[in-house]
Nanobody, 121 residues
């Protein structure tokens, strides 16, 4: 199995910054796409940003120019730098990864437990 552990959430004022981190652990043979999703109360879980193993990125329109996703393939980590935060960015942020594990012998999609980001106005 693969565990994704997020850190870095919290409370910040509008216009401020936060950096989320996610570390993948387990008997991992390889990781393809890693990403961040978010879910606000009463809403569906939506993509925020994702990055392929070779560094190709994709962002939601609402965060373009404000958020930056990065990864360290050697450490199996992904980070999300969030700048110019807005109250509408308030949500639980989830780390996501497609990993190939030794035990299962196939690609499987995994989720972290989520970290709360709250932006006050």
């Amino acid at each position: 199995q693969v565990q994704l552990v997020e850190s870095g959430g919290g409370l910040v004022q509008a216009g401020g910054s936060l950096r989320l981190s996610c570390a993948a652990s387990g008997r991992i043979f390889g990781i393809d796409t890693m990403g961040w999703y978010r879910q606000a109360p009463g809403k569906q879980r939506d993509l925020v940003a994702r990055i392929s193993s070779d560094g190709i990125t994709n962002y939601a329109d609402s965060v373009k120019g404000r958020f930056t996703i990065s990864r360290d393939n050697a450490k199996n980590t992904v980070a999300l730098q969030m700048n110019s935060l807005k109250p509408e960015d308030t949500a639980v942020y989830y780390c996501n990864a497609d990993a190939f594990t030794v035990i299962l012998g196939r690609w499987t999609n995994y989720w972290g437990q989520g970290t709360q980001v709250t932006v006050s106005s």
